[in-house]
């Protein structure tokens, strides 16, 4: 049977099959992709095939093909150097959940995201919660930050969780698509679910208190629905994301502020630092291209975080 994979806990994935039925699924001994070192071989999201399992418990299944994914979204390992996690595949839109503090998202956190979304053309929608607690310098910061990514065409939200302002514009936003949601833990992520729908926010919760039991705890992503096939995937609070699996001269290219001017710098292989003629570097001295962007790039490059 097909199936879409809704959660998984490392060795049991819960699988939607066809026939509208979950099934708890164990995965065949050997279902490497091609590619990627990940430390789940099955991601929330995937398209698999699966038999029943006539040996096991009613409802039990096991997985034996995972179909190619259209993309995904992947953090480096936290248990194994070098090895990326895969947070979720097949999605058609990434929501980026940020707060200005407790806790406070840093743009390079951000940047990381959407480099991950870029590198499949996945769009983006930043979602600015607890705006019921902005000061008017907040609110400034904020606006300022979110007039940055309009620009580069990412959109945004700002909301109010706790008291439901703009939480139906963002319901409105996850129709008819699978949305995967982001952000660290306490940013809001279960309440903001809660405000939709108590039940699922419930086990939202669940997912975000366990991710905050320390960072050697395994968490994992669920999908849930939200109603008029509006599929949200959660993950568990991420404290760091890292960048996997991409070389130094390909970051540039999912910087979409940057796109235009590649292939215009003086040396082909030019990583835009302090090469001659570096195009990249006079738009960002022109101010076209945003300082805080370019330091999120240059913190990107040379494996600072990265093959760390
Ligand atoms: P999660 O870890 O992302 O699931 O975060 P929670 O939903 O558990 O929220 C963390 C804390 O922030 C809780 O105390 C919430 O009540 C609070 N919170 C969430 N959204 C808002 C908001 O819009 N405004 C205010 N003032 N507090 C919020
Ligand atoms: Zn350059």
Not at 95 to 113: A, E, H, W, Y
Not at 120 to 142: C, G, Q, T, Y
Request: hydrophobic residues 35%; glycine residues 10%.
């Amino acid at each position: 049977m097909n199936g879409i994979v809704w959660k998984s806990t490392g060795s049991w994935y819960k699988t939607k099959g066809t026939d509208g039925r979950y099934y708890q699924c164990r995965a065949r001994g050997k279902l490497k992709l091609k590619g990627i070192k990940t430390t789940n071989p099955v991601a929330v999201g995937d398209h698999v095939e699966f038999i029943i399992d006539e040996k096991g418990e009613e409802g039990q299944g096991i997985i034996t093909s995972i179909g190619e994914r259209k993309n995904y979204i992947i953090r480096k390992s936290v248990q194994k150097a070098a090895y990326g996690h895969i947070l979720a595949s097949n999605i058609d839109q990434l929501v980026i959940m940020i707060t200005i503090n407790k806790p406070r998202t840093s743009q390079g956190f951000i940047d990381r995201l959407l480099i991950n979304s870029e590198s499949f053309r996945i769009p983006a929608l930043l979602v600015f919660n607890k705006i019921d607690l902005w000061s008017d310098e907040e609110r400034d910061e904020m606006k300022a930050l979110s007039s940055m990514y309009s620009k580069l065409g990412y959109d945004s939200l700002f909301i109010s969780a706790l008291t439901g302002e703009g939480v139906e514009d963002f319901h409105q936003s996850l129709a008819r698509k699978v949305s995967m949601i982001a952000g660290h833990s306490g940013v809001g992520k279960s309440t903001l679910v809660n405000k939709l729908s108590p039940e699922i926010g419930q086990q939202v919760k669940e997912i975000s208190d366990f991710s905050l039991k320390g960072k050697h705890t395994t968490t994992f992503a669920e999908m849930f629905e939200l109603g008029s096939d509006a599929f949200l995937i959660d993950t568990p609070g991420i404290k760091e994301l890292g960048i996997i699996d991409m070389e130094d001269w390909e970051i540039s290219h999912y910087f979409p502020e940057m796109r235009k001017f590649l292939g215009s710098c003086k040396f082909n292989n030019c990583l835009h630092l302090h090469e001659p003629g570096c195009v990249v570097v006079e738009a960002v001295e022109r101010g076209e291209i945003h300082v805080s962007r370019y330091l999120s790039y240059l913190s990107m490059l040379g494996g600072e975080d990265n093959r760390r």
